[in-house]
């Protein structure tokens, strides 16, 4: 475990304290017998800008039973499938996240702005997670959660990396949003393009020429939210000979979330389409058995329960399950099937904060259906400021 602060960081770190600072002064100083602020926010003297600082510590003790290429997240992608054998331990605190968020009214509606960073950069360095401008809940300019996914059902795992046929994704967007009922809206989206495929054998690279364009519907209600969105992107291969190769690619997402007794929920997640590995990371497009680019199909289903026992203890179950059709011209190595199960128990010891351990399971079955499973076992310690 590396506990040394490179220079970037620590002016970052030195910068973000030193914002605490002067906020916690002004705010002591600041009459707010004109507003009532809610619990964190602080009125920045001389203008109509609220401002909360926030974030979380977060320390992770992680055994690993089988060997897995993804150390400090459990990437069901990364289990080998040659039969290799192994125990890990290690500790780290990469899930650390610190957040700036302001709101500001003005004649076209309040303006929100919020940047949030965690530390799985290089190293350890500090890294963007999200940054967006909002107007008025209508307009989003910037990078946040895709409106392909549904960020209101992320299982809240003490692993990091969640689910592996799952749509989990942040890309930098313009989002338009519009309410159709009350408890109804649509949003249509044009998202940063970054589909993966794999290479012809002809010399060449790809391209994304054109914006991902993302639809989501969604209706909440007191019993929890139903939503669809769908999405649809182009990939293309440019030969170094002259002459290129166009994929379409579309998928679509169904999920949602059903509130039981008084914090109880299940959520659920049903995603299929050829492309859909664009929203893990995976491969959207791959070659026939003439070397010709497809679009790679994708199947997953997710389903979770979160239970509390009592206010002091709550557990969440979740399992995740995926596959691809894999092409004729992919290699025996490529990825097939991939099945995730989690399993925590918490204890809230305080308000805001947690200590838990979690068990995972996660098994890779490769084209060649060659197979590779993974344990492991986590303990947690988080500490949510603000």
């Known amino acids: 475990m590396h506990f040394l602060i490179n220079g970037n960081m620590r002016k970052i ?20 017998s004109d507003t009532e602020l809610p619990p964190g926010w602080w009125m920045l003297p001389k203008t109509s800008t609220q401002l909360k600082i926030g974030g979380y510590v977060k320390v992770d003790m992680i055994h690993d039973f089988n060997p897995i290429g993804s150390p400090d997240f459990f990437d069901v992608s990364k289990i080998p499938t040659d039969g290799s054998k192994g125990e890990s331990t290690h500790l780290h605190a990469k899930e650390t996240r610190l957040y700036i968020d302001t709101k500001t009214p003005t004649k076209i509606g309040d303006i929100r702005t919020y940047v949030e960073g965690d530390f799985y950069g290089s190293g350890g360095a500090f890294r963007l997670r999200h940054a967006f401008i909002e107007i008025d809940d209508r307009w989003l300019v910037g990078q946040w959660w895709s409106n392909f996914m549904d960020e209101n059902i992320i299982p809240p795992t003490l692993d990091f990396e969640k689910p592996a046929a799952y749509a989990f994704a942040r890309h930098a967007m313009v989002r338009w949003k519009h309410p159709v009922t009350k408890d109804s809206y649509l949003s249509i989206a044009l998202e940063d393009p970054n589909a993966k495929g794999q290479n012809p ?17 969604r209706v909440t209600k007191d019993w929890g939210h139903v939503q669809l969105s ?29 509130n039981l007794l008084d914090q109880d929920k299940i959520i659920y997640q049903v995603l299929y389409g050829p492309g859909v590995g664009r929203f893990r990371g995976g491969l959207s497009a791959a070659l026939d058995s003439n070397g010709e680019l497809e679009a790679l199909t994708d199947v997953g289903i997710t389903a979770g329960y979160l239970h509390y026992w009592s206010k002091a203890f709550s557990s969440l179950v979740v399992y995740n399950w995926g596959s691809n059709d894999n092409t004729d011209g992919q290699l025996s190595s490529d990825l097939n099937k991939t099945n995730y199960f989690a ?7 305080v308000d805001n904060a947690f200590v838990g351990m979690e068990y995972l399971h996660g098994r890779r079955e490769d084209k060649s259906e060659l197979e590779g499973t993974a344990n492991r076992l986590q303990f947690s310690v988080k500490y949510k400021f603000n």
């Open 201 to 217: 054998s002809q010399p060449g690279e790809f391209e994304s020429p054109l914006p991902d364009l993302t639809v989501r519907y």
């Open 230 to 258: 769908g999405f649809a992107a182009q990939i293309r291969y440019r030969f170094a000979a002259g002459g290129k190769q166009d994929v379409s690619l579309f998928g679509l997402n169904f999920s949602g979330q059903y």
């Open 13 to 32: 770190l030195f910068a973000f304290l030193a914002l605490v600072v002067v906020i916690e002064s002004y705010g002591q100083g600041a009459d707010e």
């Open 343 to 349: 399993a925590n128990l918490l204890w809230h010891f």
